[in-house]
C-alpha cells in the first residue's frame, strides 16, 4: 500500500509557517563570515535603501560602513505606521536609533545614524516587532 499524499491545504500551511519562521528568525554570522548578497547596502554617500509593505521589510539585513556616519533611507509603501530602530542586540541592551514612526503610503524619511564600531547590531520596527533584521557594520 503506497502512502496517501498529503492534502493541498496542508501543503500550503506547511509551506507558509516556514517562510515565516524563517523571515523571523535572525541569528548573527559565524566569526569573519561575509554578509548575505540579499542586505542593503550604504552606496557611496551612505545610503542604505530599505522599504516597509505588507508588514515586511524589504531586506533581511543592512550593511553599514564601521566608523562612518551613515543613513537609512527608510520609504513605507503603506498605510501602516513603521519606522526602523536599530539596537545593540536583540535583547535591545542599547537603543541606538528610535525614530520617527512615519505612515504611508509612499511617504519618505531620511533617518541620520551616528557612526557604531565594527560589529552586528538588530533592527525592527517598534509597532511591529515581527518585522526585524540584523545591521552588519563592516
Not at 11 to 18: C, D, K, Q, R, Y
Not at 52 to 76: E, I
Amino acid at each position: 500500500m503506497s502512502p496517501r499524499p498529503l492534502p493541498v491545504r496542508t501543503l500550503m500551511l506547511a509551506v507558509a509557517l516556514a517562510a515565516c519562521s524563517a523571515s523571523a528568525d535572525w541569528t548573527p554570522l559565524p566569526s569573519g563570515a561575509e554578509p548575505p548578497a540579499t542586505c542593503a547596502r550604504a552606496d557611496a554617500d551612505g545610503v542604505i535603501e530599505i522599504s516597509a509593505d505588507q508588514l515586511r521589510f524589504s531586506v533581511p539585513c543592512m550593511v553599514a560602513p564601521a566608523g562612518q556616519d551613515f543613513v537609512v533611507r527608510f520609504t513605507n509603501k503603506e498605510s501602516q505606521p513603521h519606522n526602523v530602530s536599530i539596537y545593540s542586540d536583540r535583547a535591545k541592551g542599547t537603543t541606538y536609533m528610535n525614530p520617527e514612526i512615519i505612515t504611508g503610503p509612499d511617504r519618505t524619511i531620511d533617518y541620520p545614524v551616528a557612526a557604531l564600531e565594527a560589529g552586528e547590531y538588530y533592527f525592527d520596527c517598534v509597532v511591529h516587532t515581527e518585522m526585524k533584521g540584523a545591521l552588519y557594520v563592516r
